[in-house]
């Protein structure tokens, strides 16, 4: 009997440390629970940042400089030697002009020349023996003034005429041109020939590369052998491609901004430029922009054998705004038609929330413009 009540009483011990077991497990697991819970949660500190958004145009390569090339005279392109679109170098001969007009007004400018020198000869020697005359009482006082009256105007258009002639030989030295006479037409018109004054070559100034004058030029239009120019004509561009530039349109930006330049057409090569102006009127075509210009200083020698005026071109422009409220886009809930933030209440492990105002998102970021300050601890879910 007593053996059957120890039995009976260990298995009733054993059964309680069975059960206590149980409890303890049963804690462990809730507190483990618990804990993982809390490890789902995290809370980041609100804080103001800078934010920068970036926007995309497209544009056309430019020179960064263009040189215009003019007709030294009017007259007719004789001889061309470059192609456009391929590059000059400076000092290279690009055309040769020639004027048969200038021949002309030469030829015309002489023979004046000629005309009133032997006038005023004429009337210079006229005028000395009328002059003998007069004191000899042999003619009248009108006939000696009408002497004077004819030296003098002969003497003026001599000086005129002279003057002109001077400006056909572009005031080249000829000598004792006072002598000269009919006889030496051909001898001055060598001199013009020597000195390119019928026959004019066209320098380049600088190194480029030849541009048309307009993009939509018609053939007609475009500077070729036989072309007719007039004096100080523009006939066509030098581009100088050491630098480039970009025309864009655009809406509420500064000058000054950075930019990167990419293009399908030089994908190994990526440009660093900034926005040197914009015109201060817009230009209105359905809705208002204005017209900025990109420079790109300096292109190495290797990327101007690569980059060609009249390439497309992507334009990357960042814009850095003021500083602003940035928290992950996760934080933020929908509840009951507001947005709403989950803020870590201060000394307590408890949260609220709060509605908050979004602005711009980025791809894991969303702008918070009013609801939040710094220094808020707010949720995150992981």
């Known amino acids: 009997m007593l053996k059957k009540l120890t039995i009976h009483k260990l298995l009733i011990l054993l059964g309680l440390v069975a059960f206590c077991f149980i409890i303890a497990f049963a804690i462990t697991s809730c507190n483990r629970q618990k804990k993982g819970k809390q490890a789902a949660i995290t809370t980041i500190t609100v804080s103001t940042k800078s934010v920068t958004k970036t926007l995309h145009f497209l544009g056309i390569i430019e020179p960064i400089v263009r040189i215009p090339i003019s007709a030294p005279f009017e007259g007719v392109i004789n001889k061309l030697f470059f192609e456009f679109g391929s590059p000059i170098k400076k000092g290279q001969t690009l055309l040769t002009v020639r004027s048969d007009k200038l ?51 002969d003497r003026l258009a001599f000086i005129q005429s002279t003057e002109s002639f001077k400006e056909t030989l572009k005031f ?35 190194s480029g590369t030849a541009l048309f004058l307009k993009k939509d030029d018609k053939d007609e239009n475009k500077i070729k052998q036989g072309f007719q120019t007039k004096k100080d004509q523009i006939l066509f561009y ?29 994908p190994n090569i990526l440009l660093n430029g900034y926005i040197k102006s914009i015109d201060a009127q817009a230009t209105v075509n359905g809705t208002s922009s204005f017209s900025a210009k990109i420079v790109i200083p300096k292109i190495t020698e290797k990327q101007q054998k690569i980059i060609r005026a009249g390439m497309s071109a992507n334009i990357a422009l960042k814009i850095l705004h003021k ?15 507001h947005n709403v933030v989950k803020i870590l ?22 702008i918070i413009t009013s609801g939040l300050k710094d220094g808020d601890q707010i949720v995150v879910p992981n």
């Open 103 to 153: 021949k002309t007004n030469f030829q015309s400018a002489f023979a004046d020349y000629l005309k009133t020198k032997q006038n005023i000869t004429t009337s210079q020697a006229k005028l000395q023996s009328t002059k003998k005359l007069f004191e000899k009482g042999l003619v009248s006082k009108d006939d000696m003034d009408e002497a004077k009256k004819t030296y003098f105007n």
């Open 172 to 206: 080249r030295p000829i000598k004792d041109i006072e002598k000269l006479s009919i006889a030496d037409i051909d001898v001055i018109y060598d001199v013009l020939q020597k000195h390119k004054l019928i026959e004019k070559n066209v320098i380049a100034p600088k």
């Open 238 to 266: 030098i581009g100088d491609m050491s630098g480039i530039l970009i025309k864009i349109k655009v809406n509420q930006i500064k000058a000054g901004g950075k930019v990167s330049i990419t293009s399908p057409a030089f």
């Open 323 to 337: 500083p602003l409220i940035l928290i992950p886009i996760e934080a933020v809930s929908y509840k009951q038609g």
């Open 345 to 366: 209440e201060k000394g307590t492990n408890t949260t609220k929330d709060t509605l908050v105002t979004i602005g711009e998102t980025t791809l894991d970021s969303v």
